[in-house]
C-alpha cells in the first residue's frame, strides 16, 4: 500500500509543480479533460499538419552531394560542392566585379574633368576615342598622351567602344559630355535595351549612332530613340525579329526627319552580311561632310 501510495504521488508530482508555478497543463492534461469530439478534432488537425505534397526525385545524381550546413548552425546559406554551383558562383562573381569596376567616380571627374575621365575610361578597357579637331584616333596604347588635369580645351567628340565589356553601370560615366557626336557600341556583350535608353538620357547630342552586332537590342528598345532629337543616323542589325524590327526603323525615320536609319542582316551563322558593312560611322561623317560642300 505505501509503495502504490507513494507511486501515485509520483505521478502527480509534475501537476504539483506546474501548479506550484503557475505553468500551463501538459498535453496529456488537456487529453485526459477532453470529450470525443474534441479529440477527434485535434487527430484530423495532426494528419493536416503532417501531409505535405510528395518530394519530386532527384533530377540529377549530383543532387545527392547538396549540403545544408544550416543544421549545423555554422552557415545560414546552403553550400554546394558541385561543380556547376561552383562555376555559376564564379562567373556572379566576376559580373558583380564588372559592375563596381565601371563605377561612377566622383573623384577622377573632379581631377580630369567628363570628357577626360570618359576617355581614361574608354581607352583603359580597349576602346578608341577620337578628340575635337583631330582627325586620328587614340587607341589603348595612346594613353599616356591624355593629359593627367583638367584642361578646359579639351573635348570628346567621337568613341569607339565596340568589342568590349560595358554595361549598364558604366554608362554614368557617359553624363555631361557636350560635344560627344558619334558613337559606337558594336558587339558588345551587355550591351542591351536598357543601355540604350540609359545612353539617349545622358548624349542628347548624338548625331550618329552605331548600336550593330547586338542581339540584345529589339524594337522595344529601338523606341525609345525618338527623343533623340538630333540623331542622324542610326547603324543597326535585324536579327530575325521580323517585320515590327523594321516598322519601328519607318516610324522612327518619320518621327525623325533628319534621321537615316541603316538595317543589317544577320547570317544564319550570325555573321552580319551586308553590303555597306565595312563602312564605319567616321566614313559616313566624312561622305556627308563632302556632299555638303559640293
Given at each position: 500500500m505505501f509503495g502504490l501510495s507513494l507511486r501515485r504521488q509520483t505521478c502527480r508530482l509534475p501537476q504539483i509543480?506546474?501548479?506550484?508555478?503557475?505553468?500551463?497543463?501538459?498535453?496529456?492534461?488537456?487529453?485526459?479533460?477532453?470529450?470525443?469530439?474534441e479529440k477527434a478534432r485535434v487527430n484530423k488537425s495532426r494528419?493536416?499538419?503532417?501531409?505535405?505534397?510528395q518530394l519530386k526525385p532527384e533530377?540529377?545524381?549530383?543532387?545527392?552531394?547538396?549540403?545544408?550546413?544550416?543544421?549545423?548552425?555554422?552557415?545560414?546559406?546552403?553550400?554546394?560542392?558541385?561543380l556547376t554551383d561552383w562555376i555559376a558562383w564564379w562567373r556572379r562573381k566576376q559580373q558583380d566585379y564588372l559592375k563596381w569596376s565601371q563605377r561612377y567616380i566622383p573623384e577622377r571627374q573632379e581631377i580630369l574633368g567628363n570628357d577626360l575621365a570618359l576617355a581614361h575610361f574608354i581607352l583603359h578597357r580597349q576602346g578608341k576615342i577620337r578628340r575635337k579637331g583631330c582627325k586620328e584616333y587614340m587607341v589603348a596604347d595612346d594613353i599616356v598622351d591624355l593629359p593627367s588635369k583638367y584642361e578646359p580645351t579639351w573635348f570628346l567628340e567621337?568613341?569607339?567602344?565596340?568589342?568590349?565589356?560595358l554595361c549598364y553601370e558604366g554608362l554614368?560615366?557617359?553624363?555631361?559630355?557636350p560635344k560627344l557626336?558619334?558613337?559606337?557600341?558594336?558587339?558588345?556583350?551587355?550591351?542591351?535595351?536598357?543601355?540604350?535608353?540609359?545612353?539617349?538620357?545622358?548624349?542628347?547630342?548624338?548625331?550618329v549612332l552605331d548600336i550593330s552586332d547586338n542581339e540584345n537590342i529589339t524594337e522595344r528598345g529601338l523606341e525609345g530613340l525618338y527623343r533623340a532629337w538630333n540623331l542622324k543616323k542610326l547603324i543597326v542589325t535585324n536579327w530575325g525579329h521580323g517585320a515590327a524590327f523594321e516598322l519601328t526603323c519607318l516610324m522612327l525615320e518619320e518621327a525623325l526627319p533628319q534621321l537615316q536609319v541603316e538595317i543589317k542582316k544577320a547570317s544564319a551563322e550570325g555573321a552580319v552580311s551586308d553590303e555597306?558593312?565595312?563602312?564605319?560611322?567616321?566614313?559616313?561623317?566624312?561622305k556627308e561632310e563632302q556632299a555638303v560642300k559640293q
Open positions: 509543480i506546474r501548479r506550484f508555478h503557475d505553468l500551463p497543463p501538459s498535453f496529456r492534461e488537456r487529453w485526459a479533460d477532453m470529450d470525443d469530439e494528419k493536416l499538419k503532417r501531409w505535405g505534397p533530377e540529377h545524381f549530383l543532387q545527392a552531394f547538396n549540403i545544408d550546413v544550416n543544421r549545423h548552425g555554422i552557415f545560414q546559406k546552403k553550400g554546394s560542392i558541385k567621337e568613341i569607339d567602344a565596340s568589342g568590349t565589356e554614368d560615366n557617359f553624363a555631361d559630355i557626336k558619334i558613337a559606337a557600341f558594336r558587339n558588345c556583350q551587355y550591351f542591351d535595351e536598357w543601355c540604350l535608353e540609359r545612353l539617349v538620357c545622358l548624349c542628347p547630342k548624338l548625331e555597306n558593312s565595312g563602312a564605319t560611322a567616321e566614313s559616313t561623317v566624312v
